[in-house]
């Protein structure tokens, strides 16, 4: 099956600070989602991204599926950004969709 | 709009008692509905999926069932829970395979 890497595994960052998340996938896909995962276990979908660039806020991202990576930028983080970050893809010919997640990027913002 | 509805936020079960997670999403109709179950922290498993009543499909063999008795109802259930049981559980929903995946609450079961 399709296989997912997410890097950094950690990243810990100063309030204010910029920093990007990066996904690659090893196979085409149709389907590319970023997710949010605060403290309390809930996880929020960020952007729906095959390909081409979304922004939302202070969060955008960027799928370049041909090179078969993903981006997600969060610029002048809060302490509420803390959480961990999943990107999940759906390979390409999957039949009803499967979306496979990445192990995550822990992100801790401190004050 | 749309909501999705898990219970309960936790649990605590002895090994061999049965299973019942609930989750229910309002505001659509014939979702496409998803258990999906985080050890430690990291990383999501699908269990299940369910594109309409009565159709279950599973993703891994374990000690688990997934049911689909209403439109918009989706049950993961377990005759005998196992200490390997113990996990974070969550629904989820979408309308269709390429649309955005939005979860439940999750429900964190310890099986002692």
């Known amino acids: 099956g399709i296989q997912v890497e997410q890097s950094p595994p950690d990243l810990i960052l100063q309030e204010g600070a910029n920093s990007t998340l990066r996904c690659n996938f090893s196979d085409s896909v149709n389907n590319l989602q970023w997710f949010h995962q605060n403290p309390w276990g809930q996880l929020i979908n960020l952007f729906y991204?095959?390909?081409g660039t979304k922004q939302n806020g202070r969060l955008s991202a960027t799928t370049v599926a041909t090179e078969r990576y993903s981006l997600l930028y969060i610029s002048s983080s809060q302490t509420t950004d803390s959480g961990v970050y999943f990107c999940a893809v759906t390979a390409g010919g999957t039949s009803y969709g499967k979306l496979t997640f990445g192990q995550g990027t822990i992100l801790t913002v401190h004050p | 709009s749309q909501t999705i509805h898990q219970w309960p936020a936790t649990l605590v079960q002895p090994v061999g008692s049965p299973l019942s997670l609930e989750c229910t999403v309002e505001?659509?109709?014939?979702?496409?509905l998803y258990w999906y179950r985080q050890a430690a922290g990291r990383g999501l498993q699908l269990l299940f999926y369910s594109v309409g009543i009565g159709q279950i499909s599973s993703e891994v063999p374990q000690n688990l069932s997934a049911s689909r008795p209403q439109d918009r109802q989706f049950i993961l259930s377990s005759k005998k829970l196992l200490l390997s049981d113990s996990g974070f559980y969550l629904c989820?929903?979408?309308?269709?395979?390429?649309?955005?995946?939005?979860f439940g609450s999750g429900t964190q079961l310890s099986v002692l």
């Open positions: 991204i095959p390909s």
């Open positions: 505001g659509t109709s014939n979702p496409n």
């Open positions: 989820a929903w979408r309308r269709t395979s390429n649309e955005k995946l939005f």
